[in-house]
């Protein structure tokens, strides 16, 4: 097969050196880093708009804002982090840097609509955003529920539609991409089962993203004609269902979680191995577990519908299947602390930041369990238990696996280390902040605080007030991480070739790599996580589980 | 159960002059865990006072999963925390961890553990959601016949929005008084952004709701405008209300008392301030309220709050 290579265009039409990153480029790092550097800006626009809510939550009364600019603010701060930020980072980001390297390729299967996938994205950011200074944004939040989507002004409502379809596209194109590159684009001799656990990660994503996002495109198509056209799909006073909406907006939205976590499994999973010096634990296991959370992660959307209109049947089937989502998960985090236990782990913000992941994501995960069983979660269902709930798991978990994964890869994108100590203050505010501003939300949702509110009961106020603190203290850690990012890149340490004397392949190249990934052959990684002594007094066959955990045969 | 599988035994190095067997400790340990994962849950007190009969229905399910939470998450931190400083890398050393890639029967054991905890918890909490009425709506005729009264609010909904069919079926909140005698109707009418609660019996409208303590109450809810759902932290249920399909919801009060009455499902600009109150009254008061407010002719009670803030 031809495989249309950057080369082609470089010599007329591509611009070198710091231009490409501004242009159509098809080299995957490229596209990557313009991921990865757009989703930043629109994470601070995002987290910008996160202290605008923490701040008017920071008295009980509507005080900071309009009430109508407050929904607006909820609405963007949603739908810009999950479609301009996470989603766009930990696939299309660490996915397009990534995943050419570990199956062996010079770049993905199709690098022209790699580069589309991208170009979409800066367009649809703006539309949002400049949304709400030129006709006002949408108001209905991130979810769109008709027939609040109906009543708020259309034009916000429908610019946000459109938005969220060119994301959505994105999201698509970029999905395709990687399912053709892990399935086909293969260096020869190179097995599925020996692929780095990142492949699996974005194939399993990416099975969902292709499945998934064309029901949420279809949706709000329907809803932008019952805007724009008056027709009745959603409207219940033209004998629309409104209860039907939020079914197949769950269908993706639930999923969507999914296409969050997983990547960032994924990426703990190259982190941790490389720091911890040992292979990754039961790696066919990992495999079959990513694979179990796509099945499942399909058919539990009810979930989020628990207090609308659902035949009871529904809710038992939604909660059974909702909590077996615990098993393959739990199997992942075993895994992490079995890669752990035994080893020399490194105490960098890499490992700090994938250490802290696992502590929140367990306590997002344990929170996910009880949402999962319909009586607890009739009482908090959307309350600030659940905000509470879904920032440990795409801010606990998804967030900090993003920075221990810059952490980790900065010096193979800029051939720079970047500053530890720097890197242990961004980890230390960042875990206290976090904690402090989203743990008490839980108490708050079981008391009686329901969630998109622009005023609440005076005595919620002392634990708000800390939520806003916690806030703060977030939005003040990413001043190191910024300066250092930024000043690294010039100054920082020179990094060379393979820093963290890791295996996978894409450290087996200069740091930063060359256009076409390697100078010469891709090298053949049969095993990634080739790590480890192996020490003659325990042989593999004969270890029990009781060797392991006790460490026999350590020194 | 689970953590004694799951907890490492102490990996010190049998250098000591007494080695304490590392299955001793971890079965130590594992107990100490779980001790304190009950313990934690017995005293934990996290959630509002509760008046309805279901919510101690729902506290207890409450504590039996707060339990199991702690301890797996006290086990997984303790983990972690442990690894961190047990096997970090001192100055110098460049060497590897072991070369372990799995093992079978770890893997087994903790598929095994959540598989039988989640389906614990499953089975758990469908009882409680059996006790707090949640399955009694499964078959809906049968629902239907219980609630003759239903056929007129239909109706009502019908002439409201002008000839459209009434709604087929009535979706069930969960309730503890689904079908009762002497159950007491009362229609909730939720629009930007006021609940209105219209008393058949005696034909009050008020925009709080008054109901007696001890006497099961049914919520035939429906909305104007755009979806609100009516909660009652204080008697753990929530309901949607939702726009062209009516939903009914059923509560048994238990304690006398005035309770905030809040919309938690995002509805528009004053979704914050959209609450009320319900206040329950002991019989006796309840019947001199109805009695006072009793004239056919409407009397809004007082007026839903809106805010001013």
């Known amino acids: 097969m031809t495989v249309a290579s950057p080369n082609d265009f470089q010599d007329s039409l591509q611009p070198q050196g710091w231009l490409r990153y501004f242009s159509f480029s098809l080299d995957h790092k490229v596209i990557g880093l313009q991921y990865l550097v757009t989703g930043f800006l629109f994470y601070f626009i995002g987290g910008a708009m996160a202290g605008v809510i923490r701040a008017e939550l920071a008295s009980p009364i509507s005080d900071f804002v309009s009430r109508e600019t407050y929904n607006e603010v909820l609405t963007l701060h949603g739908t810009v982090m999950i479609f301009l930020w996470i989603v766009p980072v930990v696939n299309g980001g660490f996915g397009n840097y990534l995943i050419p390297f ?13 580069a589309v996938a991208f170009w979409m994205i800066p367009p649809a950011g703006i539309l949002l955003i400049g949304s709400y200074f030129i006709t006002g944004a949408a108001q209905s939040g991130w979810t769109a529920y008709p027939p609040l989507s109906l009543t708020t002004p259309a034009l916000g409502q429908v610019v946000w539609i459109v938005s969220v379809l060119l994301l959505g596209g994105s999201s698509i194109f970029g999905g395709i991409n990687f399912i053709a590159t892990v399935l086909k684009l293969r260096r020869p001799g190179l097995k599925l089962m020996q692929l780095p656990m990142y492949c699996w990660a974005m194939l399993g994503t990416s099975i969902l993203v292709v499945l998934s996002t064309p029901v949420l495109a279809g949706t709000l198509l329907l809803l932008s004609f019952d805007i724009v056209a008056h027709t009745g799909f959603f409207n219940p006073a033209l004998g629309g269902n409104v209860v039907v909406y939020q079914h197949l907006f769950w269908f993706y939205s639930h999923p969507a979680v999914y296409i969050m976590v997983l990547p960032a499994f994924g990426l703990v999973s190259e982190i941790l191995p490389i720091h911890a010096r040992k292979p990754l634990f039961g790696y066919t296991t990992m495999v079959y577990s990513i694979m179990a959370i796509v099945v499942l992660g399909l058919v539990v959307w009810a979930h989020h519908m628990f207090t609308s209109g659902t035949p009871p049947w529904m809710r038992l089937f939604f909660t059974i299947a909702t909590s077996f989502i615990a098993v393959p998960t739990g199997i992942k985090f075993f895994n992490w602390l079995a890669t752990l236990w035994g080893g020399k782990l490194a105490l960098n913000s890499a490992m700090l930041f994938s250490c802290a992941f696992i502590v929140n994501f367990v306590f997002g995960g344990i929170t996910g369990v009880a949402l999962a069983q319909v009586p607890f979660d009739i009482h908090v269902h959307d309350t600030y238990f659940v905000v509470g709930h879904f920032h440990y798991i795409v801010y606990g978990g998804t967030v900090f696996v993003i920075f221990a994964s810059i952490y980790h890869w900065y010096p193979k994108f800029t051939g720079r280390m970047l500053n530890e100590d720097l890197g242990r203050l961004h980890f230390l505010l960042t875990f206290v902040g976090f904690n402090l501003c989203f743990a008490p939300q839980h108490w708050l949702g079981l008391n009686g605080m329901p969630r998109r509110v622009a005023e609440y009961d005076p005595s919620f106020t002392t634990l708000n007030q800390i939520s806003s603190v916690g806030a703060l203290l977030m939005a ?6 910024l300066y250092n990012v930024l000043v690294s890149a010039f100054r920082g340490q020179v990094a060379g070739d393979n820093p963290w004397n890791a295996l996978t392949p894409e450290w087996l190249t200069s740091s930063p790599p060359p256009v ?5 052959a891709a090298p053949l990684v049969e095993h990634p996580y080739g790590y480890g002594v192996d020490e003659e007094t325990l042989s593999l066959e004969a270890a029990t589980g009781k060797d392991l955990w006790s460490g026999a045969g350590r020194r | 159960m689970t953590s004694g599988a799951l907890h490492p035994p102490d990996s010190r190095p049998a250098a000591d002059s007494v080695p304490i067997p590392s299955s001793l400790v971890t079965l130590l340990v594992g107990m100490a865990l779980v001790l304190s994962g009950l313990w934690v849950g017995y005293n934990v007190d ?18 039996v999963l707060f339990s199991i939470g702690t301890i797996l998450f006290l086990g997984i931190v303790g983990l972690v925390v442990f690894s961190l400083v047990r096997f970090r890398r001192r100055a110098g050393d460049h060497t590897d961890g072991l070369a372990i890639e799995g093992n079978l029967l770890l893997e087994i054991v903790w598929t095994a553990i959540p598989a039988i905890v989640v389906l614990f918890v ?10 707090m009425g949640g399955m009694s709506s499964l078959n809906d005729h049968s629902a239907m016949h219980q609630m003759p009264a239903m056929e007129t609010m239909e109706a009502s909904v019908s002439s409201a929005e ?9 979706w069930g909140g969960i309730g503890t008084g689904a079908g009762e005698a002497n159950v007491l109707p009362v229609e909730v009418t939720a629009m930007q952004f006021a609940f209105i609660f219209h008393y058949p019996e005696g034909d009050i409208t008020s925009g709080e709701l008054h109901v007696p303590n001890g006497r099961p109450v049914e919520l035939r809810m ?4 755009v979806i609100h759902a009516f909660w009652v932290p204080q008697f753990r249920l929530k309901q949607d209300v939702i726009p062209g399909q009516p939903t009914v919801l059923t509560f048994t009060p238990t304690k006398a008392g005035s309770y905030p009455i809040i919309c938690a499902e995002l509805c528009g600009p004053y979704h914050g301030g959209m609450r009320s109150t319900v206040i329950v009254h002991e019989p006796d008061a309840y019947d001199a309220w109805l009695q006072k407010n009793s004239p056919v002719t409407a009397t809004v009670a007082s007026a839903p709050s809106t805010p001013t803030a």
């Open chain 1, 102 to 114: 570990y199956v062996g390729a010079r770049d993905m299967a199709f690098p022209r609509l790699n």
């Open chain 1, 476 to 481: 003040i850690s990413s001043l190191p991480f």
């Open chain 1, 516 to 520: 076409e990934n390697w100078i010469g």
């Open chain 2, 46 to 63: 996290l959630l509002p006072l509760d008046a309805s009969a279901n919510a101690p229905v729902y506290d207890s399910l409450f504590r």
């Open chain 2, 122 to 131: 499953g089975i758990y909490s469908y009882d409680i959601y059996e006790r």
């Open chain 2, 162 to 170: 002008g000839g459209q069919e009434p709604a087929a079926r009535v």
């Open chain 2, 222 to 225: 429906k909305a104007n405008d």
